[in-house]
């Protein structure tokens, strides 16, 4: 099977299913609101969907816990369901990449259920298991913590033994080492990609492998044990396997979400000689503006261009990179790296665009980005419905942390929580955005009577109009695909501005992130030449010319 490496020249969409279309009113999106939408999808221009997990769950993490890999979730629909969406989407020449989570299942798979009887079990051996330490073996094997807070192991009174749980205590971890799971997991790939997908987007991949003996970590107020799991001794040898055994007999793409990818593990992932991944998600852009990825800090543009920079040398040639600003663990793009945007909401929205999407990698858009949707107005905590909100809350609550520990937390949760990005999606005006006609299960942005896709679709020079015209220009452009990347003035705290260059034609952007005047003076190799104009968020261009360019002016000439 010829791999043609399609995703190069892609335009892909992020679904979070629960979010995005609700066909039956019970408030949760579902596969058939999906399937009512591909036009809308197939207009926009993109040629992917990456979809959130849409199998059985008991939703502990709202998907990312599996009951049943080869099923769909019941609030979401059938696999006949499936199979129409799927074939709506070829129709309309849009391929389709789903979310595997083979990292860990839900404690209610059917696996889980087993392994958990007795030591002997045959599935036992699926999961991570220690004894405890003390005397009574009641402690925590080792200071390792759950990505959503406390230790990361659970007490299981049938085996006398701890499981290992990187996520919640409802996403036991799966034992990788254990070639029957490897096989499991192949067939799951396997059986998805017979039926019809174009590949995966590979949930937290990075941790699959743990080091042996599982030795504690440093101390780390956060998260304890990254460096024991994060690229563990045999990562690279089970993708291997898992691309020789299945996916390089299919024309499918991967893309590997990598907490602690860097440029040169980025590279290990994806240089194509290698036959491990296509694609990697790195994380350091948009943990720019947090402290340990955990805490908000002021957004500082200077860092974010450096490290933009970085993965556009670093994987170039060799490895294959992503570019994303928005997912469903992440806020809002607006306002985060626009600061307040006061009443320029879509040259704000316009300019992220131009900034992040002439750069050289496979683009993803999360839905309601190309609305430029926003963070949503949280007042207090119990308007929160993630699970790694409700367990700060929870901890709180049980030792009874001194009384301002609930106001910082709710601070924190404004500017960081991943409920920002997974409040519905506002298709219209009517009551509910047009998400559901139920009640929805997470709140709707009160800004949907101006920000949805009806008043925009119905607007030459709304956001979603740029969007769709970006996609178009972007597609098949080799300049973008290909050419190399030099930036102009990196310690500029206001501008981004770099230049493609392909076989002798350039593409140069100039993308002021505040919201404010600022003198720009052009770089000696532009001045006076014919630029034509092909992207801007403002219409009057004084060519390429020292000017000041006007809050979040941004602009993409051709020479
Ligand atoms: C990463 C996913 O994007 C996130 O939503 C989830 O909570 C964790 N992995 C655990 O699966």
Redesign the pocket.
């Known amino acids: 099977m010829e791999r043609t490496r399609w995703y190069k020249d892609a335009f892909i969409y992020q679904i979070y299913p629960r979010s995005f279309c609700d066909s039956n009113g019970d408030g949760i999106g579902d596969l058939r609101g999906i399937i009512s939408k591909l036009d809308y999808l197939k207009e926009l221009g993109i040629t992917c969907v990456w979809l959130s997990p849409c199998y059985k769950s008991p939703n502990d993490?709202?998907g990312?816990d599996i009951s049943n890999y080869r099923d769909i979730m019941d609030e979401f629909g059938t696999l006949e369901d499936w199979d129409e969406m799927v074939k709506g989407m070829h129709d309309r020449g849009i391929k389709l990449v789903m979310d595997l989570?083979s990292?860990?299942t839900s404690d209610e798979h059917f696996w889980f259920q087993e392994a958990k009887k007795s030591r002997d079990n045959p599935y036992h051996d699926y999961y991570i298991w220690r004894e405890g330490k003390g005397k009574n073996k009641k402690k925590v094997p080792n200071n390792w913590t759950s990505?959503f807070g406390g230790t990361a192991w659970e007490y299981n009174e049938a085996t006398d033994e701890f499981y290992l749980h990187l996520?919640t205590r409802k996403?036991p971890d799966l034992n990788w080492d254990n070639p029957k799971v490897r096989k499991e997991i192949q067939d799951i790939v396997k059986y998805w990609l017979d039926r019809g997908c174009d590949g995966f987007r590979c949930?937290?991949i990075t941790y699959i492998s743990k080091e042996e003996g599982l030795p504690n970590g440093k101390f780390n107020p956060f998260a304890c044990g990254d460096e024991h799991f994060t690229h563990g001794p045999h990562i690279h040898e089970y993708l291997h396997e898992l691309n020789v055994k299945v996916l390089s007999n299919y024309d499918c793409m991967t893309v590997g979400?990598g907490p602690g990818v860097n440029v040169d593990t980025g590279l290990l992932y994806t240089d194509e000689s290698r036959r491990e991944l296509d694609t990697v998600f790195s994380f350091e852009h948009v943990e720019v503006d947090t402290i340990m990825q955990a805490l908000p800090k002021k957004f500082n543009l200077a860092k974010l261009k450096r490290i933009f920079e970085k993965y556009q040398h670093g994987l170039r040639g060799k490895g294959w990179n992503s570019l994303f600003f928005e997912?469903?663990?992440q806020p809002r793009s607006l306002p985060r790296f626009t600061g307040d945007y006061g009443d320029k909401h879509d040259e704000a929205a316009k300019m992220l665009a131009m900034a992040l999407y002439m750069m050289q990698g496979t683009p993803y858009v999360y839905e309601g980005q190309e609305l430029g949707m926003t963070n949503y107005p949280f007042k207090s905590l119990d308007e929160f419905e993630d699970v790694l909100v409700r367990y700060v809350i929870d901890v709180i609550d049980k030792i009874k942390v001194i009384p301002w520990a609930k106001k910082v937390a709710l601070k924190v949760f404004q500017k960081r929580a991943?409920d920002h990005g997974r409040t519905p999606m506002q298709w219209d005006d009517s009551e509910n955005a047009g998400f559901t006609v139920g009640k929805p299960w997470l709140a709707v942005n009160p800004n949907y009577k101006e920000i949805n896709a009806k008043k925009e679709m119905a607007d030459e020079n709304s956001v979603w109009h740029f969007y769709k015209k970006l996609i178009a220009y972007r597609l098949g452009n080799p300049i973008i695909i290909n050419g190399n990347f030099r930036q102009y003035y990196p310690s500029s705290k206001d501008v981004f501005c770099y230049e493609r260059e392909y076989e002798g034609k350039k593409l140069f952007v100039i993308a002021n992130f505040k919201n404010k005047y600022v003198p720009f003076r052009m770089p000696k190799e532009f001045v006076g030449k014919q630029g034509k104009v092909v992207l801007q968020n403002y219409a009057d261009d004084p060519g390429l010319c020292d000017r000041i360019l006007k809050p979040y002016e941004a602009v993409v000439y051709e020479l």
Do not use: S, T
């Open positions: 993490d709202n990312y989570v990292n860990h990505r996520f996403q949930d937290v979400e997912n469903h663990d991943r």
